[in-house]
């Protein structure tokens, strides 16, 4: 079975700051991992993805994202927020033996100017 | 040239009628998916068809059944629908293989039963 956490429903953050959203995982094989953010009234983006490799991962709008396979964690970071981050981001985990994804319940970002 | 499109957007309509919503994706995907979006935000799949085959079919009622005519359309037909019905749907479609896994996802399709 395979399951993602998300500790916060809220992130606060001032613009300029940097910012973090966490997520932890458990699969029973190797973890294939994703970001996505969703703008209010809109569909889920992808942001990010670790497969394998370097456990720093780059994406899309300056956001990162460290792989830490001991405390099975895959954090969102940005160095420097802006009031444009503001939305619900989700991290999902699939299994390489799975033929799914699985999300957690999302965290929503807000970025005060 | 949108990669991932629903139609209709917004859908309302009173309980116990038939609905369908659309959904094409022009990104060249083998796999596509149908998610539910409560009022809390939370993501909950529901179906996944690849290469037209169902491959994954949550614990959802019967009154829902997902159609695949091809690898670039997956629709959603509901039956009698109900008050619960209401939420936000998904359509969503990725690779299946080569390390991708990455999800695509349409705009959503906005269903209030009355």
């Known amino acids: 079975a395979q399951s993602v956490a998300q500790p916060e429903d809220q992130v606060n953050v001032a613009e300029g700051n940097p910012l973090t959203v966490k997520c932890t995982y458990s699969?029973?094989?190797?973890?294939?991992l994703f970001w996505y953010v969703q703008y209010p009234n809109r569909g889920l983006q992808f942001l990010l993805k670790?497969?394998?490799?370097?456990?720093l991962v780059k994406g899309s709008y300056g956001f990162e994202a460290e792989f830490n396979k001991s405390q099975t964690s895959f954090h969102l970071k940005k160095p420097s927020a802006l009031v444009s981050d503001s939305a619900l981001y989700f991290c999902?985990?699939?299994?390489?033996?799975?033929?799914?994804?699985?999300f957690g319940d999302g965290t929503t970002l807000t970025v005060k100017p | 040239d949108t990669a991932v499109s629903q139609t209709p957007k917004y859908l309302v309509t009173q309980m116990g009628n038939d609905k369908s919503i659309k959904c094409e994706q022009n990104?060249?995907?083998?796999?596509m998916y149908w998610y539910k979006q409560d009022s809390k935000k939370f993501l909950k799949i529901m179906f996944s068809?690849?290469?037209?085959?169902?491959?994954i079919n949550e614990t959802v009622p019967n009154r829902f059944s997902p159609k695949s005519p091809d690898k670039a359309h997956l629709n959603l037909h509901i039956n009698s629908l109900e008050l619960g019905d209401s939420a936000v749907y998904f359509c969503?479609?990725?690779?299946?293989?080569?390390?991708?896994?990455?999800?695509?996802f349409g705009p959503g399709t906005r269903l209030t039963v009355t």
């Open positions: 969503a479609s990725s690779r299946s293989s080569g390390g991708g896994y990455e999800q695509y």
């Open positions: 699969v029973s094989g190797n973890p294939y």
């Open positions: 670790y497969i394998t490799g370097d456990n």
């Open positions: 999902a985990v699939r299994d390489t033996n799975a033929g799914k994804s699985t």
């Open positions: 990104l060249g995907h083998d796999t």
């Open positions: 068809y690849n290469n037209k085959e169902l491959i």
